[in-house]
């Protein structure tokens, strides 16, 4: 009898001891929050188009851009401020664009997962739209990470590797186009998996082929310089055709599409009032009685402080006093991922530069930047207005096409699109130095004679200060003002 007591004291030990493993396995077990593993890609499309359009795009990366570019002046007595005085310290420092940086990487990731899953094994496997949506997402965000910070860690990200280890832009963009045509093979299976849940396109994936196309060009554009021949120009060509031809009319995010309130440039200026209109712009539309620049100058701090003079330190230092773009007071305009004059600005460039008539493509590229503008701020521009305007132009694009194609493609870009003026106005002065606009900041240099117009952005923080191979390539910073990216001409 008490060896039977004995045996069942232990068996129930046993029991509980089992049953305690089962518990604590449930109780550590967050079921309201599955793991990333256990989530339909498809809703994954959703946050990483969210992400794209603003952080990645249009957050910080932009605002501190817009200065570079001259597009807008930096204003409110803070890091606008400095970015505008081209202050050293706020332009190369590791934590100036950390955030930015680390988003990004997350959002990567988050895309990296939705393409596994729908790979042969995968949660959503055979989900060849999903897929091909999640590709071209991915070809976009790598795209700009590594256009504004050159060489990146690529490979070996998202792995069990410590310290992935940095790879060179020539490699990433070899990898971006390899993207694409994966992506557009299988677009070109269909699919009807994503539906709402794709808040770019409705998972329309005869615009997805089209996006991935437009973007081909965009990427084969930018390494015209170390690629610098008649055939690679007539690659671009035949991309930037094929998304015409499939439609592409720009890929924008509709910020009331049950995202948020206001789109991100809105949010950032009336939080912080950190945005002016500039002369740079304000000049090239005097100068061309461009209908636009009725909404580029707009005083709504009542004050008649006026336009914003780049490099000018007291606007600069200034708080809700300068004026600003209309279209920033419209925290219901669209987000671009990629604008719809871009394609048509592309066209002209490479006909242009191929010795072919451009001018329909041109003229094409006009209309769609005027219709955008006054969308975004509220106004219309009327059909004679826009009349008036082609023909005033067309005498400047008759004396130098490819100058008024990027002074034009300058000021639709303005309206938010102003990444790829900082690329445009790279990759064309290592080409053969046919960027039009002109650049007025004064600080630009210093003492006349030191370059302080950043030629890349610095690394973020995050790996700066825990991957050794981030923290080799990033030294003391200084290298955003002396290394060009490897398609304008430099080593990394």
Not at 5 to 25: H, Q, R, V
Not at 305 to 317: H, K, L, M, V
Not at 318 to 347: H, K, Q, R
């Amino acid at each position: 009898m008490k060896k039977l007591y004995i045996l069942g004291i232990s068996l129930f030990s046993l029991f509980m001891a089992s049953c305690s493993d089962e518990t604590m396995d449930r109780i550590n077990y967050d079921e309201a929050h599955p793991s990333a593993g256990a989530v339909n890609a498809i809703y994954q499309i959703t946050d990483a188009e969210v992400a794209t359009a603003y952080s990645t795009i249009n957050g910080a990366y932009a605002w501190y851009v817009v200065s570079y570019t001259e597009q807008m002046c930096g204003t409110g007595n803070n890091q606008l401020r400095d970015v505008e005085v081209r202050n050293y310290a706020e332009m190369a420092a590791s934590t100036t664009f950390n955030n930015e940086w680390n988003s990004t990487y997350l959002n990567l990731h988050n895309i990296a997962q939705a393409i596994a899953k729908c790979k042969d094994g995968g949660l959503n496997a055979g989900y060849t739209d999903v897929l091909g949506v999640a590709q071209v997402l991915n070809a976009l965000n790598w795209g700009v990470l590594t256009d504004l910070h050159g060489d990146v860690p690529y490979s070996e990200c998202f792995s069990d590797i410590a310290a992935p280890k940095v790879d060179s832009q020539k490699f990433i963009y070899d990898e971006i186009i390899k993207n694409l045509d994966e992506a557009i093979s299988n677009l070109a299976n269909g699919g009807s998996h994503l539906s709402k849940q794709d808040i770019i396109f409705g998972g329309d994936t005869k615009k997805w082929i089209a996006f991935a196309h437009a973007l081909k060009a965009r990427y084969l554009l930018h390494t015209y310089g170390v690629n610098k021949t008649e055939e690679h120009l007539n690659k671009v060509l035949a991309e930037a055709q094929a998304a015409v031809e499939g439609g592409f009319a720009g890929a924008y995010l509709d910020v009331f599409n049950g995202v948020t309130a206001d789109n991100s440039w809105s949010a950032f200026h009336w939080s912080r009032c950190y945005l002016a209109s500039s002369k740079t712009v304000d000049d090239l539309m005097l100068e061309r009685n461009d209908p636009r620049e009725a909404f580029y100058i707009f005083d709504g701090f009542k004050t008649k402080a006026g336009i914003s003079t780049p490099g000018n330190e007291e606007q600069a230092t200034a708080t809700e006093t300068m004026a600003y773009p209309l279209w920033l007071d419209n925290g219901a305009a669209n987000l671009a991922l990629v604008g719809g004059s871009e394609i048509y600005f592309i066209l002209a460039e490479v006909k242009a530069r191929l010795g072919q008539d451009a001018k329909a493509d041109f003229e094409t590229a006009v209309k769609v930047a005027l219709a955008d503008y006054a969308y975004a701020s509220g106004k219309a521009i009327s059909d004679e207005e826009v009349a008036a305007y082609l023909e005033k132009i067309a005498v400047k694009y008759s004396e130098n096409a490819l100058n008024e194609i990027f002074v034009q493609k300058y000021l639709a870009q303005s309206r938010g699109e102003v990444l790829e003026t900082y690329n445009d106005i790279r990759r064309c002065n290592f080409v053969d130095g046919s960027y039009a606009v002109k650049l007025t900041n004064p600080n630009n240099t210093y003492n006349g004679t030191t370059n302080r117009w950043p030629l890349r952005l610095p690394y973020g923080e995050s790996d700066v200060t825990s991957n050794p191979n981030v923290a080799a390539a990033y030294g003391d910073g200084g290298y955003v003002f002396t290394e060009a990216v490897w398609w304008a001409g430099g080593n990394k």
